[in-house]
């Protein structure tokens, strides 16, 4: 029985590792993906990580109360589990700190475009000599 198949259930798909499987570090030579793309992947991976930060921190403030205690083996599940849940948050929602950075970046960006083209013309008419105008 597939657990993603159970009905009333929300479906929950698994967030690819980076880029379709890719180590994130590969988004920087990949010529098949736009530049808004693989900014969303990589603010996606921002979330996910500011997500677990916060889940830790939150997860700090609850006092233990040594009756039942798992050790070091109920840490690690708890670090694992901070980190899935912080990962299908972030890549479940479309509105969300992902969202906003990357508006931002694509503006930023942007901007910069327009200023090297810019600074470009600016060179190009300076090159001309008074007397070729």
Known sequence: MDINQVKGQPKVTEPA???AGK???SLTGD???SEKEKLTILAKEFESIFMNQMLKTMRATISKSGLIDGGRGEEIFTEM???EMSRQMAFSQKDG???SLVEQLM???QTRNDAKQ???NNDKNEDISPQDK
Request: aromatic share 10%.
């Open 23 to 25: 180590p994130i570090l």
């Open 118 to 120: 810019t600074d470009k």
């Open 17 to 19: 590792a980076g880029f």
């Open 31 to 33: 010529k098949s993906s």
């Open 107 to 109: 503006y930023i960006s």
């Open 97 to 99: 700190l992902s969202a």
């Open 81 to 83: 589990l901070d980190e």
